[in-house]
């Protein structure tokens, strides 16, 4: 390892040779990108249509708030919502939308060097009964996605990757909104034991008190398991603010073991964290 850390350390000086930032970088570029990804997993992901997308970005008073004051119109919106009216009318004429998304290539001198190999790693057995017939997604299968993820956004599911499609047993429902996942720790212990495989359903736009899901987390990190997912029924309380009356709450663990994560910042909600998943049950896969 020394001598790959030291080949890497004698190129990197002449990082700060290279006048050129590479990247997007103009505020416009950026708002656009992030658009199309919005856009993209909206679209792509859960499938949800303009009017669903409409009704989802209508539930962030605070961006809107601030984009107005900023832009003079929500433009995150806008932007969204003229991604599906173009796809609409490429559909309309036969024609598929290209999307302006158009990645640089990292710098080459981050790569690492050839004698770098990653091994290959051994894919786990399965309780279920897998198929990878596209023509039986959502028919007879449902995607087995993994809990663990990367960095904390809806996407981050799909980047994972699915495990499989996966026969689901008998008294399953198969819905495009559904999926499974295999929840990890011990914070939801006894309600959800740890290793079980659990049926979720998607979007969650609009979780009430109550409900056990699944939260994306921007900042924090599940005190369980160290993901940027956490499984945790959610508490909520309205306060009073100059501005209007705004929620808090905290996602709270089943096991008074671990730590609930509170969220006292009203403007967290829709950011920081944000809902991705409704459990539904705990899967019997002998069943």
């Known amino acids: 390892m020394q001598e790959y850390w030291e080949h890497v350390a ?15 970088v103009s505020e416009d570029e950026r708002l ?7 856009f993209l997993v909206a679209h792509d992901l859960f499938g949800l249509d303009r009017s669903e997308m409409e009704h989802v970005l209508g539930t962030f008073p605070i961006v809107e708030r601030r984009e107005n004051e900023r832009y003079g119109e929500f433009r995150t919106k806008h932007l969204v919502l003229a991604r599906y009216d173009a796809t609409s009318e490429a559909q309309r004429i036969g024609k598929t939308r290209q999307t ?22 051994r894919k786990p057995e399965l309780p279920f009964e897998a198929d990878d017939a596209t023509s039986e997604r959502y028919k007879t299968t449902l995607p087995l996605y993994r809990m ?5 956004g809806f996407s981050d599911f799909q980047e994972a990757g699915v495990e499989a499609w996966v026969r689901p047993g008998a008294n ?4 495009k909104k559904l999926c499974i996942v295999q ?5 939801m212990e006894p309600e959800i034991p740890d290793g079980s495989y659990c049926l979720f359903e998607r979007p969650w736009l609009l979780p009430k008190p109550g409900q056990v899901g699944i939260f994306s987390l921007h900042d924090d990190v ?4 160290g993901d940027r997912f956490t499984v945790k029924r959610l508490h909520l309380r309205r306060i009073e603010r100059e501005d209007g009356p705004m929620q808090v709450g905290e996602l709270v663990p089943a096991n008074p073991e671990f730590r609930r994560i509170v969220v006292d910042n009203p403007e967290d909600w829709g950011g920081a964290i944000r809902p991705f998943a409704q459990f539904l049950k705990i899967l019997d896969p002998g069943s």
């Open 100 to 121: 302006p998304l158009d990645s640089p290539p990292a710098d080459p001198r981050a790569a690492h060097r050839a004698s770098v190999v990653a091994l290959p790693q």
């Open 10 to 24: 004698k190129d990197w000086d002449s990082f700060g040779e290279e006048k050129e930032i590479r990247g997007i």
């Open 148 to 152: 663990k993820a990367a960095a904390g």
């Open 222 to 225: 599940d005190p369980d398991t």
């Open 172 to 175: 399953v429902p198969l819905s």
């Open 183 to 187: 929840v990890r720790g011990r914070s």
């Open 32 to 38: 656009a990108a992030r658009a199309e990804l919005d």
